[in-house]
T-cell receptor, first 115, second 114 residues
Framework: DSGVTQTPKHLITATGQRVTLRCSPR?????VYWYQQSLDQGLQFLIQ???????AKGNILERFSAQQFPDLHSELNLSSLELGDSALYFC??????????????FGQGTRLTVV | AQSVSQHNHHVILSEAASLELGCNYS??????LFWYVQYPGQHLQLLLK??????LVKGIKGFEAEFIKSKFSFNLRKPSVQWSDTAEYFC????????????FGTGTSLTVIP
């Protein structure tokens, strides 16, 4: 168990809908990362938050947004869903952004299926 | 552009064969290097990491990796693979120059045939 919790584990929804994926980082970790993993694109970095603030953006679509709350949990919102958004979405956390780094710990992922 | 390259996309080996997976990065300054493994249906788990010191790093399950700064490489090795090593392997880099953000390679799929 990595200590990173993601909910839900599985999600099936229709095209055009909106979903919210949730991530609780390891206790004490301030940085949260979101990744999308699909068969054809591999592991794609979406966005990083540190202590509530956005720190880095990767290949995140405008239809997607995220935030990190004061209690450090994070949510990834996916809207106007398309078939191509079907993927495994991972959240990872690490200790921090400044002053050094440690490894990132990954959650079990949310498997999103858009039908 | 900053990048992490894993040149082997798919590797198939027989049990007891030796393994070497390549990883090259293009970042300036001080880097931290990682190898993660993803077993079928599971999340990514850390195999080993390099922050500083001895460039030959030993990880779990008999894996090791060597940091060669002059070649910007961090190749993963195992002398004798087992069927249970079948998994996806990801190389990752963080750099103070990039705010310690994690950058992952595209992964190498390893299949070990019994």
């Amino acid at each position: 168990d990595s200590g990173v919790t993601q909910t839900p584990k599985h999600l099936i929804t229709a095209t055009g809908q909106r979903v919210t994926l949730r991530c609780s980082p390891r206790s004490g970790d301030l940085s949260v990362y979101w990744y999308q993993q699909s068969l054809d694109q591999g592991l794609q970095f979406l966005i990083q938050y540190y202590n509530g603030e956005e720190r880095a953006k990767g290949n995140i679509l405008e239809r997607f947004s995220a935030q990190q709350f004061p209690d450090l949990h994070s949510e990834l919102n996916l809207s106007s869903l398309e078939l191509g958004d079907s993927a495994l979405y991972f959240c990872a956390s690490s200790v921090g952004y400044r002053g050094g780094t440690t490894e990132a710990f990954f959650g079990q992922g949310t498997r999103l299926t858009v039908v | 552009a900053q990048s992490v390259s894993q040149h082997n996309h798919h590797v198939i080996l027989s049990e007891a064969a030796s393994l070497e997976l390549g990883c090259n990065y293009s970042y300036g300054g001080t880097v931290n290097l990682f190898w993660y493994v993803q077993y079928p249906g599971q999340h990514l788990q850390l195999l080993l990491k390099y922050f500083s010191g001895d460039p030959l790093v030993k990880g779990i399950k008999g894996f090791e990796a060597e940091f060669i700064k002059s070649k910007f490489s961090f190749n993963l090795r195992k002398p004798s693979v087992q069927w249970s090593d079948t998994a996806e392997y990801f190389c990752a880099v963080t750099s103070r120059n990039t705010g310690n953000q994690f950058y992952f390679g595209t992964g190498t799929s390893l299949t070990v045939i019994p």
